[in-house]
């Protein structure tokens, strides 16, 4: 189906001239009150513009604020989050020095225990031999009781760690926890030299 270009373009050319016809037949007062118009249109724009700026500027002031908020929230949560952290650490030592603290314990009443096979055989010998036997299980008991000691340091330690003062040699077991290891090395030597002596 084919347009009827030449109706389009005489519409057009009508359209046109009543337009133009209409601005060309105005009348000498009509300026005047286009005028006015003009005028209290253009103080109708202004006003708008006055209210679309105070608008704008209101929703940039709460923009802004709600940014502020967020980024303080932000900041509270990154603070909380490397407080947390700080603190699984702090709990993650505490436990790993009670487990060794309770190694040492072990080993020392294991080693008590041990050395209880060859009590009789150094009751009977001579009195040096008795006196490094008493000593060794002296040491051996002494370096149970400082392990004891250490891991209620470290379990206190622990359980002051939501404080905010909590640090990480405060989880440490301290020198009663570095000591225990050199009494039980120590003790068991001591025992050894009484079996070479009572032979």
Known sequence: MALPWLGLIDTLLDVTSLVVGRKARRPADEPESSAMAGRSGGQLEARMTGVVVAALKEAFDRDARR???DREQAEREQFRAERLLKLELLRQAG???IGRLRLMAGVAVGS???TLFFSARLAG??????IMLGAGWLLLLVALSLSFAAQA???????RTDEA???PDDVTAGTAGAVVPVLIVTGLAVIGLAVLIST
């Open 67 to 69: 940014l502020e908020l």
């Open 95 to 97: 436990d790993r020095e």
């Open 112 to 114: 008590w225990i041990g």
């Open 125 to 130: 010998g001579p009195m040096g031999a008795r």
């Open 153 to 159: 340091r470290v379990a206190l330690a622990l359980a």
């Open 165 to 167: 003062v909590a640090r």
